[in-house]
Nanobody
Framework: QVQLVESGGGLVQPGGSLRLSCAAS????????MGWYRQAPGKQRELVAA?????STNYADSVKGRFTISRDNAKIYLQMNSLKPEDTAVYYC??????????????????WGQGTQVTVSA
């Protein structure tokens, strides 16, 4: 059983900062990539930031220079600075994992966390 557990959301004033965390656990053979997505009310889920197994990062244009994604083993973090009201959304952790089914069998699967609410409001 693989789980992604997120933490760190909350209410913050415009210009403030928050740090999201996501921990992956279970029968994980390797982590191919992880990232953060968000979904605001009435909008589609969108990529915020991603990090590959090699450490390459990718950001949405709307968060470049304000958000930083990092990884420490099976955990990823999203440092969010200079938050704006338009950053308000449910943030989801995403992971592309290779799972060890048994001694001779592996498979790739995508996993999602349960989501954590980020609200930026005065």
């Amino acid at each position: 059983q693989v789980q992604l557990v997120e933490s760190g959301g909350g209410l913050v004033q415009p210009g403030g900062s928050l740090r999201l965390s996501c921990a992956a656990s279970g029968s994980i053979f390797s982590i191919n990539g992880m990232g953060w997505y968000r979904q605001a009310p009435g909008k589609q889920r969108e990529l915020v930031a991603a990090i590959t197994s090699g450490g390459s990062t990718n950001y949405a244009d709307s968060v470049k220079g304000r958000f930083t994604i990092s990884r420490d083993n099976a955990k990823i973090y999203l440092q969010m600075n200079s938050l704006k009201p338009e950053d308000t959304a449910v943030y989801y952790c995403n992971a592309d994992l290779t799972i060890k089914k048994n001694m001779f069998s592996y498979y790739n699967q995508e996993y999602w966390g349960q989501g954590t609410q980020v609200t930026v409001s005065a």
